[in-house]
């Protein structure tokens, strides 16, 4: 059995009422069958038919992974529905948040495949932090300059430079000089809150 499958976090159906119809309909809708969904996903049949059925809960990475197989949101698969948007984002409704020292200015519509960001990394400010997390990441640096360490390569950006890699790829993100730094960030992390796809820190040595 996959170690994924015996997770102490598949419990109660209850916990997650709309998951188990929108897994099959999603699945059906991306043309898979359920053993093509299930191998891809690293799960038995089984257990996808199972989680399908609610008879089991899935975990985090479970989600994750079906949702990135299947071409839609961890906010699909659960069920919640996303009102119109609009396709332009007006620069005075980017309202800013503040989390672990850096600022975030949501430049996209939520709920989206992709995330869009302004970002304003200050000096000194996580850069002792490994991040790694399933998705793709791409960045372009506006103002200031970026140390951008990807696995065991060690990069210095500056304005006009851009990036793109897979966050699986182990990466830290700090700023050059003490003005800081401030980037455009997308990413395809599956629409967490802000901090969580941007910080979600697995701490490591600084670089």
């Given at each position: ?7 102490p ?25 359920l ?18 059925t ?5 975990s985090l ?8 197989i ?39 519509a939520?709920?989206?495949?992709m ?13 002792d932090i490994?991040?790694?997390?399933p ?16 696995g ?5 950006l ?24 401030e ?9 967490s809150?802000t ?13």
């Open positions: 059995m996959n170690p994924a499958e015996s997770e976090s598949d419990g109660p159906v209850e916990a997650v009422p709309a998951v188990a119809p929108q897994l099959r309909a999603l699945r059906r809708r991306a043309a898979l069958t053993e093509a969904a299930a191998r891809a996903a690293g799960l038995s049949p089984a257990h996808l038919s199972r989680l399908e609610g008879q089991r809960q899935p990475p479970m989600l994750l992974a079906l949702a990135r299947y071409g839609t949101t961890v906010s699909e698969l659960l069920g919640e529905t996303v009102a119109d948007r609009d396709a332009v984002v007006r620069a005075a409704e980017m309202e800013p948040t503040a989390a672990g020292g850096w600022t975030y200015w949501q430049a996209g939520s709920g989206r495949g995330q869009a960001l302004r970002v304003h990394v200050p000096y000194g400010s996580q850069g490994v991040r790694v997390h998705g793709e990441e791409w960045l372009y640096v506006l103002r200031g300059r970026l140390r951008l360490r990807l065991d390569a060690a990069h210095r500056g304005p006009g430079d851009s990036a793109h890699f897979d966050s699986l790829t182990p990466h830290r993100i700090a700023a050059q000089d003490p003005g800081g730094v980037l455009l960030f997308v990413h395809t992390l599956l629409q809150p901090a969580t796809l941007c910080l979600g820190p697995t701490p490591g040595d600084a670089p």
